[in-house]
């Protein structure tokens, strides 16, 4: 299992001052809530290719601020979307509200890390 955060992508962001970092994190916050919503508005639409969109736009996102496992959830979410394995798709869409958490809780421990 790919591990919850690259530091160095994260140290990357935080090295560009505080602000930069909190500004990043909400950002993630706001637009990964977003997205979540599109998300399941396309798989339940059925609209695979607005799910692959959504979910690449996301782990985009993820990737930019290291968040690795977050990243190949959607990395994989967008190959079932390609195959359209609704199902998958589903479980998979259900997983995200604990990995944003779990993104966030580590993205704040590393800050707080930081701040010491």
């Known amino acids: ?59 985009g996102l993820c990737f930019n601020l290291g968040l690795e496992r977050f990243a190949a959830h959607l990395k994989a979410m967008e190959t079932l979307s390609a195959e359209g394995a609704v199902d998958a798709l589903q479980s998979h869409l259900n997983e995200l509200p604990e990995l944003s958490k779990q993104a966030m809780l580590a993205l704040e421990t590393y800050r707080d890390k930081q701040e010491c």
């Open 1 to 59: 299992m790919k591990t919850i955060l690259n530091e160095d992508v994260v140290w990357s962001r935080y090295e560009l001052g505080i602000d930069f970092f909190e500004e990043y994190l909400e950002y993630f916050r706001s637009h990964s809530g977003e997205i979540y919503a599109k998300l399941t508005q396309a798989l339940d639409k059925k609209d695979m290719v607005e799910v692959a969109r959504f979910a690449h736009d996301l782990k």
